[in-house]
C-alpha cells in the first residue's frame, strides 16, 4: 500500500544533542510537511517542501532544519534539542495540484524525548 | 489568530449514542474540510471532508454537516461505539497547491461502554 513512513517511530535524545527524523513516502506526491504536534494540541506546522521549493512557517525556530534529498525522502533536524522540543513530529504529504484529491496524508509520526 | 474554531474541547457520549462536534472559520476563502481522527501515539488520519458546494457528505457512521452561510461546519457520529474514541480534529484549506491545512483545537471523544 501507498503510505508515509516515519522512522524512527521512537526518538531519546540528550539536551544538546543534535538529532534527526526521517520520513517516506510512496505516494510520489510533489508537497511534504513537518510538523509538530505536544500532547493536547493541533498538529502545528514547520514548514514544508514544495518539489525542491523550501518553505519555513514565519514562527518556525531556527533550531529546526530541514532536507529533501529527493521525491521519497525528507528529513528533520533538530540542531540542539531543548526540553520543550519534545513533541511527536508528523511528517505529511499532498498531491500539490490544486483542487480535489490535494488532501494531505499523514505518517504514524516520531515520539521526540530529550532528557 | 485561531482561523479554525473547534467545540468542545471533550465530549464524554454511550455507545449507540451521538456525537456531535462544531468547528466555524472565518476565511472565506477556505473550500475545503477536512475531520481528522487520531487515536493516541498515532498520526491524524483523514476520515471526512467536505467541499462547500454541498450541505452534506455522509460515510457511514460519519456525517459532515457544512453551513456555508454561517461558516460552520460539524461532525456527527451516529451509534457512537467504544472504538470511536480518539481526537477529532476539524481542519480548513484553500486546496491551493501548497494546501496548508489550518486545524481546529481537537475534541477528545470518550465513548462509554
Known amino acids: 500500500d501507498a503510505m508515509v513512513i516515519q522512522n524512527p517511530r521512537y526518538q531519546v535524545t540528550q539536551f544538546g544533542k543534535p538529532v534527526t527524523l526521517s520520513c517516506s513516502q510512496t505516494l510520489n506526491h510533489n508537497v511534504m510537511y513537518w510538523y509538530q504536534q505536544k500532547s493536547s494540541q493541533a498538529p502545528k506546522l514547520l514548514f514544508h517542501?514544495?518539489?525542491?521549493?523550501?518553505?519555513n512557517e514565519a514562527d518556525t525556530p531556527d533550531n529546526f532544519q530541514s532536507r529533501r534529498p529527493n521525491t521519497s525522502f525528507c528529513f528533520l533536524d533538530i540542531r540542539s534539542p531543548g526540553l520543550g522540543d519534545a513533541a511527536m513530529y508528523l511528517c505529511a504529504t499532498s498531491r500539490g495540484s490544486p483542487g480535489v484529491g490535494n488532501e494531505q496524508f499523514f505518517g504514524p509520526g516520531t515520539r521526540l524525548t530529550v532528557l | 489568530q485561531q482561523q479554525v474554531k473547534q467545540s468542545p474541547q471533550s465530549l464524554i457520549v454511550q455507545k449507540g449514542g451521538i456525537s456531535i462536534i462544531n468547528c466555524a472559520y472565518e476565511?472565506?476563502?477556505?473550500?475545503?474540510f477536512p475531520w481528522y481522527q487520531q487515536f493516541p501515539g498515532k498520526g491524524p488520519a483523514l476520515l471526512i471532508a467536505?467541499?462547500?458546494?454541498?450541505s452534506e457528505k455522509k460515510e457511514g457512521r460519519f456525517t459532515i454537516s457544512f453551513n456555508k452561510s454561517a461558516k460552520q461546519f460539524s461532525l456527527h457520529i451516529m451509534d457512537s461505539q467504544p472504538g470511536d474514541s480518539a481526537t477529532y480534529f476539524c481542519a480548513a484549506s484553500d486546496l491551493t497547491g501548497a494546501n496548508n491545512l489550518f486545524f481546529g483545537t481537537g475534541t477528545r471523544l470518550t465513548v462509554i461502554p
Open positions: 476565511n472565506t476563502a477556505f473550500d475545503y
Open positions: 517542501y514544495y518539489d525542491k521549493d523550501f518553505n
Open positions: 467536505i467541499r462547500p458546494d454541498v
